[in-house]
């Protein structure tokens, strides 16, 4: 059974940096690119940022390009997502998923696809 487990979201100041985490068990860990979607109230669902954990092929959408890096711990099977200089406008849910396809190995860009495995959500809240 596929499962991913996020963690590290809280509450921080406008400026300061959280690294989020998404653990995965129960899939080969090199057969699937895995990142970070995120929903803030009232919002679409954003793709965040991902990572191919087979050629470390990554995306970041426009709004967190050069403030978010993504890496991965191949030993713990658990990508990280660290977030810096970080705005009140980065205030969402964040949900870890998993892309059987690693389409951003072929694509550009990273869309939402109903063959994702998801986890629980973690949230960030930026206060200005």
């Known amino acids: 059974e596929v499962q991913l487990q996020a963690s590290g979201g809280g509450l921080v100041q406008a400026g300061e940096s959280l690294r989020l985490s998404c653990t995965a068990n129960?899939?080969?860990?090199?057969?699937?690119?895995i990142g970070w979607f995120r929903q803030a109230p009232g919002k679409e669902r954003e793709a965040v940022s991902c990572?191919?954990?087979?050629?470390?092929?990554?995306y970041y959408a426009d709004a967190v390009k050069g403030r978010f890096t993504i890496s991965t711990d191949t030993a713990k099977n658990t990508v990280h997502l660290h977030m810096t200089s970080l705005e009140p406008e980065d205030t969402a849910v964040y949900y870890c998923?998993?892309?059987?396809?690693?389409?951003?190995?072929?694509?550009?860009?990273?869309?939402?696809?109903?063959?994702?495995?998801w986890g629980q959500g973690t949230q960030v809240t930026v206060s200005s």
């Open positions: 998923a998993a892309d059987p396809l690693q389409t951003i190995k072929y694509s550009t860009t990273w869309y939402f696809s109903s063959s994702y495995y």
């Open positions: 129960g899939f080969t860990f090199d057969d699937y690119a």
């Open positions: 990572i191919s954990n087979s050629d470390g092929t990554t």
